[in-house]
């Protein structure tokens, strides 16, 4: 029994040596990659303690006028994925990065992260599948395939991917002041309808106002709203001047102006006294 409880703790042992020994090789290793393809575009590959990223970019001379690189980068402890939008130049040429950014998001849908590292370990088994040399033509075109013993193995500009939490504390930051700005302009939006509303009372108001005003004066000149001849006196300024109502102002111009016989306002003729604020005329354009 005991010889068979120690071929038993052996047999243990062993396998969890070729688990151990399966999950070391499958383990992938901190290395960059850099692809030039056919269109222009060049993609960077990195993955380092737990960081996969890849970036992809194109030049100001590729359908940009400042050149667009987009980056994106998960982390194995977060599981999230983050997705970086910039405006500018990201390459060798450069110690630091000319980068803006533009638009970013934090994913945790799992279909979405999986897809992502799905395809970022197939085409890295493909370079990985290649001879011992620096670089390699093949699907990925022209691959150059260099192991990092530390960050400090990469080029300045591209440090900054594979610290995962600074970037994703400014993917936090940049949405927190795109939902200022929205809310901005909303408010800024409201603003404007309100004062534009407010100007149209007011002049609607203001109308109203002048034309009260208009008839109280014509009142208390006892002369008939809306004209300029009918009444006590006439107040046009010269004799095309009418009021709005035309036909009757227009009689009441022939009234003043050439009607012979008329009774003015509380003044008696021809045995009748007019009460009216209007003069009585007896002229063609009179109805009696």
């Known amino acids: 029994m005991e010889v068979t409880l120690r071929s038993n703790i052996l047999l243990s042992w062993l396998v969890l040596l070729q688990l151990l020994g399966s999950l070391a090789s ?16 060049h993609e960077i590959r990195i993955h380092y303690n737990g960081i ?11 359908d940009s006028v400042s050149g667009l690189v987009l980056r994106e980068i998960h982390h194995e402890r977060h599981h999230r994925l983050l997705t970086m939008v910039y405006v500018g130049q990201s390459s060798s040429q450069q110690e630091e ?3 803006s950014l533009r638009d970013c998001k934090i994913t945790e849908d799992m279909q979405e992260v999986n897809e992502f590292l799905d395809t970022f370990e197939t085409d890295v088994d493909m370079a ?10 093949g699907p990925l075109h022209n691959v150059t395939f260099v192991h990092l013993a530390s960050d400090a193995q990469l080029p300045k500009y591209l440090r900054s991917i594979v610290h995962f939490r600074s970037l994703r504390a400014e993917c936090k930051s940049h949405l927190r002041a795109a939902r200022r700005a929205v809310k901005a302009k909303r408010r800024a939006d409201h603003h404007h309808q309100q004062q534009h509303q407010q100007q149209q ?5 203001q109308h109203t106002d002048d034309t009260h005003s208009r008839s109280k004066r014509s009142l208390l000149s006892l002369r008939m709203p809306f004209t300029k001849w009918c009444g006590a006196h006439y107040d046009a300024q010269t004799y095309g001047d009418l009021g709005g109502l ?9 009234h003043d102006l050439h009607c012979p016989f008329y009774i003015p306002f509380m003044e008696e003729k021809y045995g009748l006294r007019n009460y009216h604020i209007s003069t009585i005329n007896h002229c063609g354009c009179d109805q009696r």
Do not use: K, Y
């Open 128 to 137: 990985m599948d290649t001879p011992t040399s620096d670089s390699w033509s």
């Open 201 to 205: 009372q007011q002049q609607l108001e």
């Open 26 to 41: 499958a383990r992938m290793p901190n290395f960059i990659a850099q692809d030039d393809l056919n269109d222009g575009q």
């Open 97 to 99: 990065e000319g980068l």
């Open 52 to 62: 996969t990223a890849r970036q992809s970019s194109v030049g100001p001379d590729q």
């Open 246 to 254: 035309v036909r009757l102002d227009h009689c009441c111009r022939q």
